[in-house]
T-cell receptor
């Protein structure tokens, strides 16, 4: 079945860039998403990329998609302490279902 | 942006009772709503897809008689956990699809934390 995988944890220093990686298995995915979840809260859509794009930039966020390798990454420039959260990547499958990765916990050290 | 509201945000109930969680799209009509369950330190697992006016489609392994989903209008879907047991304690999150553009964006509610004693 479809599967989305992420590393569980990432720690960076404030001001550095963070790169969160994700791999997926469904080659028919149309959209790929990055969501942010703060403690005890729901999910906040950060950004998304259509499957025919290689890159999307949105302020401090850069999404890179390598469709051949089924690899998605989220780069956060100038990471701030407020960026500490769990980041989920997700793919939208052909049934319009979101398949989530396990989430990457980002810790930003001052 | 689109707003999805869940209520209640937290609920504690006794084992054997039923609990209803509401999911509302506040500023758009949601033809389709999704219900997810999140286990501690784990990802979200899709429970069911709810289309307005029709029966929900449940994912494999999800008991439809235990998790009753009703999508009576374009702005409201409800999840009822019947005869709740401690193992049903979890964080339940709904999302709704918006027809704006072709982005396929889904917007999530804030989640409802259920604790069954």
């Amino acid at each position: 079945g479809e599967d989305v995988e992420q590393s569980l944890f990432l720690s960076v220093r404030e001001g550095d860039s963070s790169v969160i990686n994700c791999t997926y298995t469904d080659s028919s995915s149309t959209y790929l998403y990055w969501y942010k979840q703060e403690p005890g809260a729901g999910l906040q859509l950060l950004t998304y990329i259509f499957s025919n794009m290689d890159m999307k930039q949105d302020q401090r966020l850069t999404v890179l998609l390598n469709k051949k390798d089924k690899h998605l990454s989220l780069r956060i420039a100038d990471t701030q302490t407020g960026d500490s959260a769990i980041y989920f990547c997700a793919e939208l499958d052909s049934s319009y279902k979101l398949i989530f990765g396990s989430g990457t916990r980002l810790l930003v050290r001052p | 942006g689109a707003v999805v509201s869940q209520h209640p945000s937290r609920v504690i109930c006794k084992s054997g009772t039923s609990v209803k969680i509401e999911c509302r799209s506040l500023d758009f009509q949601a033809t389709t709503m999704f219900w997810y369950r999140q286990f501690p330190k784990k990802s979200l697992m899709l429970m069911a897809t709810s289309n307005e006016g029709s029966k929900a489609t449940y994912e494999q392994g999800v008991e439809k008689d235990k998790f009753l989903i009703n999508h009576a209008s374009l702005t409201l879907s409800t999840l009822t956990v019947t005869s709740a047991h401690p193992e049903d304690s979890s964080f339940y999150i709904c999302s709704a699809s918006t027809a704006r553009g072709n982005t396929g964006e889904l917007f999530f509610g804030e989640g409802s934390r259920l604790t069954v004693l």
